[in-house]
């Protein structure tokens, strides 16, 4: 395993841990430690063990935001230049599902990386915010998209606007959540989720987050076109033999993810 | 550090006395954020186990300093920025909290009483829902307590009626855990709160837990709360203390962790 700077990477029973591991700044996002996020994604995605992914922050914080020493001098062509947000852009690529279990502040970049993943599970006592208006300026990583496209403009722009802390019960209201679970109890929960995924059929799980993600892009007509390819590729599958065997025979199926 | 409360640590019991006593320990602003601060230090504190609040002098609280109170102010925002989140560190905080009411809990002074977990009374002590008598209402959680204890019909009859409840009174309403002669007062207190700080001051949080999310959770969640209440309570050095005890049929020493 490559050893990281900013975070820590493991992986045990198929399932794959990154920890963001800055805990005295609240795990704040520098663009090294976002690089390495990345890397750490991109690497477990090809690893043929990994079946699902976990992503949480070590201490206190899920993460409190983007690092602003470094960039409170920036100035736009140096930001054009350095194109930091392609980082970001291979976030969305990864195909393997990514649980991400989130704590305490859940601020800035940390509220984009949290809205990244594919499920959250929160710590009761988690709060959600995009404070950046109070800084005079706007999220850059695609918070105000994903936002939006979760629960919808109208609690998007509220949000944005005031630099709302958003509780658990809202942001589980809302549909920004999956679940919430005692904060002790916080790590055992998500490994469990991500257990519990990694036991079904891989190529199902992947191709499934392919087409719901293309239902959040696509216009519903090329959306169904889109699913019905992929629902056609799973019977090239020996899971799909395997699956619809073991149910014939009323046996428990074993998946090979291939 | 503090100048409207005094706050101390004593064998595992933190202690927040209020300190305005000329005015029976009336809220000003000060006082608010004091009494959200020591609660706050008192929860993060591993030592402490159990938390006292009491009155300095005759009197438990007052409720709001009227002397404070001008036509400019805006009641909505002085209960959103101060006395809501004093209010809130104390239902969020998982140590368990007695009120000791040693004299007159009147207004927010009775909210803060009932926001506790225990209300130790002196024979001496009453309550009075007094935001009437002002033309206002019951503010500082003060209805949402008031009925879970004592019903809507009895909730109504304290909060319109506004009159005194002597202590042996309150404590027919289920308002107090017990009334302490005065004589004994600061003697039992203690041996109450030493006798709280000495549980599983863990499973104490989590009973606190649990008990909330029946308020607020519906049966089914409110039953996976409590399978996961269940689960750190099994992973507690005191729940095993607890059984190795009872195996060796001894006392057990619980440590709250």
Not at chain 1, 77 to 106: C, H, M, S, Y
Not at chain 2, 21 to 33: E, G, R, S
Request: net charge negative; charged share 25%; glycine share 8%.
């Amino acid at each position: 395993m490559k050893a990281y700077e900013f975070i820590e990477a493991s992986q045990q029973d198929g399932v794959a841990l990154i920890e963001l591991n800055r805990p005295a700044q609240y795990n704040a996002l520098n663009r090294t430690m976002v690089r390495e996020i990345v890397d750490a994604l991109e690497a477990f995605d090809r690893d043929e063990e990994v079946r699902a992914i976990v992503v949480t922050g070590k201490g206190l914080a899920f993460s409190a935001g983007a690092d602003i020493d470094e960039m409170a001098g920036d100035h736009p062509v140096r930001l054009e230049l350095l194109n930091q947000f392609a980082d970001w852009d291979r976030l969305t690529l990864i195909k393997k599902p990514i649980i991400g279990a989130v704590k305490g502040f859940v601020f800035g970049g940390g509220f984009e990386l949290a809205l990244s993943c594919d499920l959250l599970i929160a710590a009761s006592g988690t709060e959600f915010s995009f404070p950046e208006v109070t800084l005079g300026v706007m999220p850059g990583a695609g918070g105000t998209q994903r936002l939006t496209k979760i629960v919808g403009r109208t609690k998007a722009l509220e949000w944005l606007w005031n630099g709302t802390r958003i509780t658990t019960e809202s942001a589980l209201q809302h549909g920004l959540i999956n679940r919430v679970v005692s904060p002790e109890l916080l790590m055992e929960e998500a490994m469990k989720t991500a257990k519990q995924i990694a036991r079904q059929a891989p190529l199902s799980i992947r191709l499934i987050k392919d087409s719901v993600n293309k239902a959040v892009d696509y216009p519903l007509y090329e959306g169904m076109q889109y699913e019905r390819k992929n629902f056609y590729l799973l019977f090239a599958s020996e899971d799909q033999k395997e699956g619809m065997n073991a149910f014939i025979e009323k046996r428990k199926p074993e998946f090979k993810g291939r | 550090m503090y100048e409207t409360i005094f706050y101390s640590v004593e064998n595992g019991v933190a202690r927040i006395t209020l300190n305005r006593p000329n005015t029976l320990n009336a809220f000003v602003a000060q006082m608010n954020m004091e009494i959200t601060k020591a609660i706050k230090a008192a929860s993060s504190s591993e030592e402490v186990r159990c938390i006292v609040i009491t009155g300095e002098g005759r009197g438990f609280c007052s409720g709001q300093d009227l002397s404070e109170v001008d036509e400019n102010m805006d009641h909505g925002q002085v209960l959103r920025e101060k006395y809501g989140p004093m209010i809130k560190q104390i239902y969020q905080c998982e140590k368990p909290i007695i009120a000791a009411v040693n004299g007159i809990a009147a207004g927010a002074g009775f909210s803060l009483a009932l926001a506790c977990d225990f209300r130790l009374l002196s024979d001496r002590a009453s309550f009075i829902n007094a935001f009437i008598h002002i033309g206002l209402i019951p503010d500082s959680g003060n209805s949402y307590f008031l009925t879970r204890l004592v019903g809507e019909a009895k909730a109504l009859e304290i909060s319109i009626l506004g009159e005194k409840i002597p202590a042996d009174q309150a404590h027919v309403l289920g308002l107090a855990t017990k009334v302490v002669s005065s004589d004994n007062w600061d003697a039992e207190v203690n041996q109450f709160a030493e006798r709280i700080a000495a549980l599983p001051t863990k499973a104490v949080g989590l009973i606190k837990r649990t008990i909330k999310a029946t308020a607020e959770q519906s049966f089914t969640d409110y039953l996976e709360e409590e399978a996961q209440g269940q689960r750190i309570a099994g992973l507690t050095k005191d729940h095993r203390e607890g059984v190795q005890a009872f195996m060796e049929k001894r006392k057990p020493n619980f440590i709250g962790k």
